[in-house]
């Protein structure tokens, strides 16, 4: 296996899956897909588009060679794109039609320029006991990321340079502070930083409104990083088609 988007999940490679997820989507009119494979004009991609096509006439699917990075890989096709565009993972095997249209609704009655998804980590905790999610402390409470976020703005391009910035200092830790604001980090650190401080002193400092969706599904904040990503994410698949 040459790239993690194309591992099976429940017999599907998980990229399918979430291309699935896209074409059913009402808020979706464009999907534009970064990788995997090297090649500019890929079979398997032109494929992938065809069957797009043919469950969605009227759906235009492109695709991108993939960058050294994520943020290098959105970077690279931003610029080429219409606005609004909605950014997620290949990795999120259990994105639905009903996420995707709930987060987008949120983001344009909200008036954002750049929205991010958040879930609430208790209600993660509680759908899936013992399931290691990252969870990000805030003054408000923890919350676990959804892979999701609307670029509404042009100059939402700004925030993913500065993306790029941080991943390029990942393992430069002083590099890292100075670039976010050691005041960030020791508030942080200190569990004294509130998510509505950081949604403005971020808006303050890229000139954008920046805002967060809260989203109440939690399989929104599961993708699928380890083997036990993987068990956990077929047992709410087979629920799904138990359900059905």
């Not at 999907?31 to 992938?48: E, F, I, K, M, Y």
Request: proline share 7%; charged share 15%.
């Amino acid at each position: 296996m040459t790239h993690k988007a194309l591992a099976p999940v429940a017999g599907q490679p998980m990229l399918e899956r979430v291309l699935g997820a896209l074409q059913a989507s009402q808020a979706i009119a464009h999907v534009a897909l970064c990788g995997p494979w090297d090649s500019p004009h890929p079979p398997q991609a032109d494929a992938l588009a065809q069957r797009l096509h043919q469950a969605r006439p009227g759906l235009a699917c492109t695709y991108w060679v993939p960058q050294a990075s994520p943020a290098r890989s959105a970077a690279a096709c931003l610029g080429h794109l219409t606005l609004p565009i909605l950014l997620t993972t290949a990795d999120h095997a259990l994105l639905t039609p009903a996420i995707i249209d709930a987060f987008c609704a949120s983001a344009s009655h909200g008036q954002l320029d750049l929205a991010v998804g958040l879930v609430p980590h208790e209600r993660v905790a509680s759908a899936f006991p013992g399931s290691k999610r990252t969870r990000l402390r805030f003054a408000e409470g923890a919350f676990c990321g959804a892979n999701l976020f609307a670029l509404r703005h042009a100059h939402a391009s700004r925030v993913v340079a500065f993306w790029q910035q941080l991943e390029d200092a990942r393992k430069q830790p002083f590099t890292m502070a100075r670039r976010l604001g050691p005041g960030i980090l020791l508030s942080y650190a200190l569990g004294r930083l509130s998510l509505a401080g950081l949604l403005h002193r971020l808006s303050a400092r890229f000139a954008l409104r920046i805002g967060v969706v809260v989203l109440n599904e939690p399989e929104a904040a599961v993708d699928v990083d380890s083997l036990a990503d993987l068990m956990l994410v077929e047992q709410c698949l087979a629920r799904r088609a138990a359900a059905c």
